[in-house]
């Protein structure tokens, strides 16, 4: 529990001073809401057409809007995000690893052309091709 002021005055510049802090309070609370969402994707819209607007009204179902915000997030102009900081660790496990990869082995191909059990007048003897053709 505070102790009572002993004056007037003092009452008033503590009240005063209470009152100063609560406003700085509610301007950054509205700072920090104004923030969430991240910039204006529009600055400077008149607030009556900004619906239809968001909404692509009109534009070939808002394809020329997402075009700009996708080079805008290519350009990195709002400096929303940071390549290098946004970039995946590289892998430990793999550079530990002493495995040497190399080319796949080659088979020779295994198909049966002709039955042997058949003389050479069989006429169910394949070309004589092999698989790889």
Not at 71 to 80: F, G, K, T, V, Y
Request: glycine fraction near 10%; charged fraction near 30%; aromatic fraction near 2%.
């Amino acid at each position: 529990m505070t102790e009572s002021p002993e004056s007037p005055e003092d009452a008033e510049a503590e009240r005063r001073s209470r009152a100063a802090a609560e406003a700085e309070q509610v301007e950054a609370a509205a700072a920090a809401a104004a923030a969430i969402g991240g910039p204006d994707p529009m600055p400077g819209a008149d607030p009556a057409e900004r619906p239809v607007a968001e909404g692509g009204g009109g534009q070939a179902e808002g394809f020329e809007q997402a075009e700009e915000a996708l080079i805008r997030q290519a350009s990195h102009e709002d400096n929303l995000s940071d390549p290098t900081a946004d970039a995946f660790t590289p892998e430990v496990e793999s550079d530990r690893s002493g495995a040497a990869f190399s080319e796949a082995d080659e088979a020779d191909p295994s198909e049966v052309t002709s039955d042997p059990g058949e003389g050479p007048d069989d006429s169910g003897e394949g070309p004589g091709m092999a698989a790889e053709r």
